[in-house]
Structures are given as C-alpha cells and as structure tokens.
C-alpha cells in the first residue's frame, strides 16, 4: 500500500462520521476479495481484487443507485481517505462514477450524524400542468431552498410564488427542512405563481400549521379527489390533517382507516394499525382521558408531545369519516425523538412498536419524581416474595396505562458453574421477543450446468449442514444428479462473469443467499483431472464497437500441452448447443465435424448443402482480463496448443447480427426447475409458537463476552440463564425474531410459525404457582393483529392483519389500502409481530369500566399493589377487573444536490 497499511483502511471503516463529511460506498463483494487478496482476515488469495467495481450497487445506467441496498452486507461506507487511497491503487471499473454521500445532523432534540445514503427524490411541477420534474435534495434541506431551486428549474425570475402539497391541505413549514415537514419521495410538490390581481390559481388559501393540525372536518365538492374547498366565502370551513377525500354518503367504521405511505414508512403503518386495535388503549386516547395523566416534565419522556401526536391520529383514524389518513404530523414527532426512524428508508417495525410502547408510557408515568430503587438478589427467599418486591420498586417509579396493559414479569436463574450459587432476580418487560428454531441445515440454490449439452441446465435446492463446506453440496448435488462430486466445480456468477470459484473446503458462512451459484459438470483429463479455463461470452453493439457481456460464462475442460484453439473453440461450440435455436442445431455439428476433419487428413471440402465452402464462424476466442472488460491478446487458428494458466480467461467475441440470428433469444428460457426448488428444506421448515416459547425458556450458557459476576467466586462466571414467565400482561406482544445476524452475513428466516387465533391456553409457560386460583380467561389468549413483513434483508414491504373490536371481523391493512379479510387468512409466513388479548379483556372492550377510572386521576396517586388474590382492589377502592396476571407488568425503560453531482468525487 501506498500512505496507508490495509489494516489501516479496514480501521477507518468505523471511523465516527462528522457532520459535512464525504463518505463513499464501496462494494462489499469488491471489499470481500480486497481482504482475501490483503489477507487481512486469514489466508491470503493470490487472487487480485481488479478495480472497485461497484455495478453491483448500482442501476443499468451505473449512475443510480439500487434502492434498499443493505449497510454491511451488500456495501461498505468509507471515508474519503480511504477511498482515494483504494483508487490510487487498484483503480476503479470504466465508466463507473464514484458513489459519495454527505455526513448529516438528524433529529431536533436528540441528534445524532448519519451518512445519507438514500437521499430523497423530490417530485415537483407547475400548477396546472401534468410535467413532473425529479432533482434529489439532502432531507435536511430547508423547503426555503428548496423553492429557490424550484423556482431556477422552472426558468421563472419574477412572479411571486409558493408551495403546496399535491391532494394535501397539509401547511408547509418554509424555514423546517423536508424532514421536518414529512416530504418525501411520494409527494409531489406543485408551485403555484400568483395572478395578476394578486389572488392564487389555487381555490383554497393554505391554512396556517395551527389551523392545518385542527382535526375538524369537511365535506367533498363534486369534484376530482384533488380539488379543494372554497373558503373565501364561508368563513367556517376548516381544515383536517388527512390527505383523504372520499366523500362517502355513509361514514366508514371506526378503525378501518389506512395510512398513506410517505415514503418507506409501511413499517410505521404496520405497527400502528396493530397497536391501534387495542381496544383499551385506543379509547383511552380517543376519550381524552390520557390529558390528565400527561407528564411534561419526565426528563425520559418527550414532554407528552409523542402522546398527543399519537392521539390525534388515532381520533382520525377511529372517526369514522376518513378511508385513509396521511401521518405526517405523526413522523414528524417520531422522527423528532427518535431520529434512527427520519428520513425515508425502511426501517423495521417491531423497533418502532417497541419506541412507541416506551416513549408513550414516559410521557403518561404518573410518577413525578422517580426515586431511587436498590435492586436486590433473592438470597434464597421464596419466589411470590421476591417478585412482589420487583413489582412494588418498579410502581415506585413507573405508573401509566402502557404498564397496565402491556407489560409482565420475568423470572431471571443465573447458576455459577464452580460454586453452584443460584441468584434469582424478577425483571419487567413489555414484549416477548421470541428466538426461532434454528434448522441444522441450510437450502443452497445452485445451477447445475452438465457436460452433455443435450441436457438443460437445471436449478437445483441443495440442502447441506449449516456449518458445512462446499464439498458437502457437491456431494449431495452429486447423488441427486447422479454423477461423481470429483467432476463438479461450483462458481458464483454475477454480471455475466466469474465473480469467485470456491473451493471444496470453503466454508458455506461465506456463501449468500444473493449469490448466483452455477455448478460445472466437467470431463476429466487422460490423468484423471479435472482441469478447466473460463470462457466468457461478448459480442459487438451495432451501434457502437465494443465487445459487452451476456448470457453467463462457462467453464471449459482443457489438457494443457494438447488442447489446441481449435479444440477448445468446439468444446464452447459444444457447451452452447442448448442456446441455439433448433433449425440451426445441425450447422452446429457440422462446424464441429468441419473443424475436426481441417485438424485431421479427411476431405475438408464435406459440404452437406447448408455450410458454404468457405469456412463459417459464429464467434472468435479472444483471451481477456479476468474482468471481460479488455482483450488482452487476439488468438490465431493455429496448431499449436494453447498456453493455459490459473488467472487466464477467453471470449467467444459474438457479432451481434450472428448472435441474434442463431442464438435463442432469452438464454434464461433453457433452464428448468429441479421439483426440489418447491420442496421445503432448511430455514423454509415450519415450526409453532409453543416451539418458539419452549426454545425461549430453555436453560443456555452466557457467552466469553457476556459474563455474569458471582458474588460466591468474586469473579466473572459463564452462568447458565434461564429465563421463565411470572405473569403476562393483559395485551401481549409478541415479536418472532426472523432476522439473523453474523459477522459474515444477515440472513431472514422466512419459515411458517404455525401460532393460535383462538384460545391460546399459556398455562404451561406460566411458573407462577398462584395461577391454580386465576380465572381461566386470564391464562387464555385471542390473537387480534399480526405484523407481516415480505422481502428479504434488503427491504421489504410491510402490511398488517387486525382485529376490530367493533366489526367483530379481521381486515387486512396495507398502506392507504384497507380490505375485508377472515381469521383464516392472517396465518401466512411474512407474520413478524403478532398481537393477543387475554379474554377476560374482551368482555369489556369498548365499555367503560372501572380499569381505566384509576387511570385518568392525578399522576402518582393509585400505586395499586402486587397481589396474588383472584379479585385485586385498587387503592383508589376501585375494583380491577384485570387480576392477579396483570399485576406483575412493568416498563421497558429503561443543501440540495441533483443526482449526478451526488454521485461525482469531490
């Protein structure tokens, strides 16, 4: 290296970013074979890296970049330093344009810099006309600016002219950035010039931001969804928040509302619509009885700004007058708060269920002034006296209806593994994330390409152990295929190139799911080896002179010291037979014949009426770069054999009008689908809730890097842990957790999780010995929403099945979109999230009852106590209908650039 060492670089990888930065994003593929080329992480490979090529990130038109790429695995952000340093040496793939992006501030209370990757795309016209324009902006950029530039692409210097939202009555704040204003990639801004008179093209003056966030409501003129009312003569029309129109003669029912996506915010409307159907906590906000129980000045909470912005959306959403809302005003706060969920990427909503549950119960704690509470080991006291302790410390310092009706208590065993001393601690928490069996085997897909050019090419589901090499594919592909594991060679295909060809004792950790793996059967030489050279496929643009990449590459067997240019030009002729089209299948074995008989003493004139005398080529070999970029030396049609080596890589050089004429159109068309594509093998294997419970509670050993202290040895001691449930809450969230992650990779576990709708009897799970005296509705649970996620780790789409208390019927949710659904239809393998509800909530789901008067008197008064009884009173001398297995929940508290020039090197 050149000023800095490799491990250097690999260093400043995890540099902290400073705001105004440059950072760029680098191939992780490419970065992968940089290291194994280093030897930075192991065994160093004499195979060089080339240059960065970063096509994998980016569209056909290698300017833009791909949507949802995943940090870590699929690129790497580097500082600048580093980047110039890689380039300097190693280069970077032709034509390409580096990828940088700009350090950022986000948040307003809580901030915190970030790269931005994905800046918005912002979409804008003129009023009036269908042209809609597209320049990307950083989402801190003030709408002020925004406007200036608006106002530079639409050539207009003089008039005077503002903003509006399309189909919105949303004001906008000029001086905030996009951000704050919840624009987007989905909206479209419209810039209205004003008239001669001095009056506005559009009907409807923009109220202010106090009038907008109103939630009042109007009606629809006869008009299109995207006309608004005149107000100029009726000074008591209004404005609500909503982006819907509807105008239906008849008012929807209450909670079958969508929510508009602004942007990549389905992981929001999955969560909140889920979250949303709990009966008991929707009506307290409807009601306003959350007013009383605001806490503005919890240094934890967010001065009851997230509460209230939470309320006004679900009275717009429990209206009964909206199809669908738009929730910027909701993001806003979030992304105010919370500001890993700003911005425009999709984020995961299991993370912003688990914000909100926390976030809104700090600002409704009842609790002034927490105090100190000294937490305390069992020292071998009875259970029902330790956990009583627990929960009593914990009302000290938390109170809210979020603690009523969503929190439990676990039962923590550490055991020491020397001295065998047992320390029991009783812990709160507000969801249950649960682990999923973890299969032993793991599915490859894989091409098998044969050697008889008779056979497709066929795909085929490998399933081999998780900790395996790929010598154990190839051995299981082998008997499947019915040939010997000797002759197999497996390669990962991308971008019509070798991209590696692993090796047999290669570990399967570093495979990925997103590598195009094909499988070589390979004749062996007259020593009994399996030698090969690669071979690509070019051929010539009519437009332009060069050579570009297509179908996919091949290997071809070799024997160095006899294979000739002829040779091996009838070997690919060969290998390619399944591409050409059927009505030129025999000239494909005539030029095979004619090329053997021109090498022997035959007759070279053998015509059979469809080959002219003169010799016919569809292709030339050429010898390239390993990348297939550049002809490094031309080859002649000579004798002599071929000088072959490790790195060395032919083209078959097409020219485009011969390729079209003979080749099959799509080469993709020649592969079929082995029946074990449709099988369920490895991480696809279904598996049930109960599994996942049982796997939740199962004794485990603490990890080198998460030791537990043992009092008895005054040392750090991998304990066995053990975690049970004390008593669960009335409303229980259960989180599966699908997504993996390694340090060589990150993975889904997309599997069926076969969980109950009706009924679920958690007896079994429950240690707590006084639940013999529970009521039987309160150790059974209803399912009543489901978070679904649909993808794979580098975005996705989220929906959600819920339950309304009021149809008494399931509907499925899906941004803006809302359909009727059935109980039968919500068990699919996207659910992520799933809601219950005890069934002794279900009895008094809408009604008013004497729960939640305890909860709307004055903060910190009504501590209710830990109880084992089946009949609990509150201190207020209300009756709590919620009982012994609610009374162990508790807390979880714890400037604008267009695209090109965000993508120049500066």
């Not at 000074?235 to 509807?246: K, P």
């Not at 044969?450 to 010598?471: L, R, W």
């Not at 359909?819 to 799933?834: F, G, I, K, P, R």
Request: glycine residues 6%.
């Amino acid at each position: 290296m050149h000023g800095m060492k490799e491990q250097d670089i690999i260093n400043s990888f995890n540099e902290i970013p400073e705001e105004g930065d440059i950072w760029f994003l680098i191939s992780k593929k490419w970065v992968k074979k940089w290291k194994s080329y280093c030897g930075v992480d192991g065994e160093k490979s004499d195979d060089h890296p080339g240059p960065i090529d970063n096509s994998d990130l980016l569209e056909n038109d290698l300017k833009t970049l791909k949507p949802h790429l995943l940090d870590d695995a699929e690129y790497t952000l580097i500082p600048k330093a580093s980047w110039i340093e890689l380039v300097d040496i190693y280069g970077i793939i032709e034509h390409q344009v580096p990828i940088l992006r700009r350090v950022i501030t986000v948040g307003s209370l809580s901030k915190r810099e970030i790269i931005e990757v994905y800046p918005p795309k912002i979409s804008f016209k003129r009023h009036g006309s269908d042209e809609i324009i597209k320049r990307t902006f950083s989402r801190v950029t003030s709408v002020e600016k925004v406007h200036e530039k608006i106002r530079e692409l639409l050539k207009i210097t003089s008039s005077k002219t503002r903003l509006h939202i399309e189909d919105s009555v949303d004001a906008i704040k000029m001086e905030c950035s996009l951000d704050e204003n919840s624009i987007g990639s989905t909206q479209v801004l419209v810039l209205e010039e004003q008239n001669s008179d001095g009056s506005w093209p559009r009907s409807a003056v923009p109220p202010s931001y106090d009038e907008a966030t109103k939630t009042t409501t109007y009606k629809k003129e006869n008009q299109s969804t995207t006309s608004f009312m005149k107000s100029a003569s009726n000074s008591t029309s209004s404005y609500s928040t909503r982006s819907c129109y509807d105008g239906m003669a008849n008012k929807t029912k209450e909670g079958l509302c969508g929510l508009s996506n602004l942007g990549n915010t389905c992981f929001m409307s999955s969560a909140i619509q889920c979250l949303s159907n709990v009966p008991r906590l929707t009506r307290y906000f409807k009601k306003d009885e959350y007013k009383q129980d605001i806490n503005k000045d919890n240094p934890l909470g967010m001065g009851g700004r997230l509460a209230e912005a939470y309320a006004t959306l679900i009275k717009e959403m429990w209206s009964g007058h909206n199809s669908y809302v738009a929730p910027r005003d909701f993001k806003y706060n979030v992304s105010r708060f919370a500001p890993q969920f700003s911005g425009y990427q999709q984020h995961d909503s299991q993370e912003l269920m688990a914000f909100l549950i926390d976030g809104l119960h700090e600002d409704l704690n009842k609790i002034d002034d927490k105090p100190y509470v000294e937490l305390k080991d069992s020292n071998g006291r009875p259970d029902h006296v330790v956990a009583k302790e627990a929960w009593g410390n914990h009302l000290k310092r938390n109170v809210s209806i979020i603690v009523d009706i969503f929190h439990g208590l676990f039962k923590s065993t550490l055991v020491c593994p020397d001295c065998d001393r047992v320390s029991v601690t009783f812990d709160p928490f507000g969801y249950l994330s649960l682990p999923l069996p973890r299969c032993q085997e793991v599915s490859v897909i894989c091409h098998f390409v044969p050697k008889d050019s008779k056979k497709p090419i066929t795909k085929y589901n490998v399933s081999a152990p998780k900790d395996g090499c790929f010598n154990d594919v190839l051995t299981r592909l082998a008997s499947m295929v019915g040939c010997s594991a000797k002759c197999l060679v497996v390669t990962d295909v991308y971008n019509h190139r070798f991209y590696k060809i692993y090796k047999g004792q290669e570990r399967l950790s570093s495979y990925s799911e997103r590598d195009d793996l094909f499988v070589f059967e390979l004749e062996s030489n007259s020593n009994g080896e399996v030698e090969y050279t690669k071979v690509y496929m070019r051929q010539s643009s009519s437009k332009y002179s060069s050579h570009t990449l297509f179908g996919h590459p091949f290997l071809i067997p070799v024997e160095p010291g006899v294979t000739t240019y002829r040779k091996l030009y009838n070997s690919f002729l060969h290998a390619i037979k399944r591409y050409i089209k059927p009505e030129y299948l025999d000239q494909v074995d005539m030029l095979q014949i004619k090329d053997e008989v021109k090498q022997g003493d035959g007759d070279p004139e053998i015509n059979d009426g469809n080959i002219a005398k003169e010799e016919t080529k569809w292709f030339k070999l050429v010898t390239v770069n390993s990348w297939g970029s550049t002809v490094l030396r031309d080859l002649e049609d000579e004798d002599e054999p071929l000088k072959f080596s490790t790195d060395a890589c032919y083209s078959a050089e097409w020219d485009g009008d011969i390729c079209e004429k003979y080749a099959v159109d799509d080469w993709s068309q020649a592969v079929l689908r082995d029946s074990s594509m449709s099988e369920k093998r490895g991480k696809d294997r279904g598996m049930t809730l109960a599994q996942c419970m049982s796997l939740f509670t199962t004794e485990e050993k603490l990890g080198e890097d998460d030791p537990w202290y043992c009092p008895g040895c005054k040392e750090h001691k991998q304990a066995t842990k053990k975690i049970d449930l004390w008593s669960l809450p009335p409303f229980l969230i259960i989180h599966l957790k699908r997504f993996s992650y390694s340090r060589w990779s990150r993975n889904k576990i997309s599997g069926m999780v076969d969980f109950p709708k009706r009924d679920w009897d958690l007896s079994d799970f429950i240690i707590n010995p006084e639940k013999s005296k529970w009521d039987k509705r309160k150790l059974t649970y209803d399912l009543i929403g489901v978070s679904n996620h649909y993808g794979g780790m580098g975005g996705g789409h989220y929906t959600a099945y819920a339950y309304n208390h009021l149809t008494k019927s399931w509907h499925y949710f899906d941004d803006s979109s809302v359909s009727e659904s059935s109980e039968d239809q919500v068990q699919t393998n996207a659910a992520y999230m799933l809601m219950y509800q005890r069934q002794d909530m279900r009895d008094h789901a809408d009604g008013d009852i004497n729960f939640l008067n305890s909860l709307t008197s004055p903060r910190g008064i009504d501590h209710r106590p830990f109880s084992y009884d089946t009949e609990a009173t509150s201190s207020n001398g209300h009756h709590n209908s919620d009982g012994p297995s609610n009374s162990c929940q508790s807390s979880l508290s714890d400037d604008s650039e267009d695209e090109q020039s965000m993508m120049d090197t500066s």
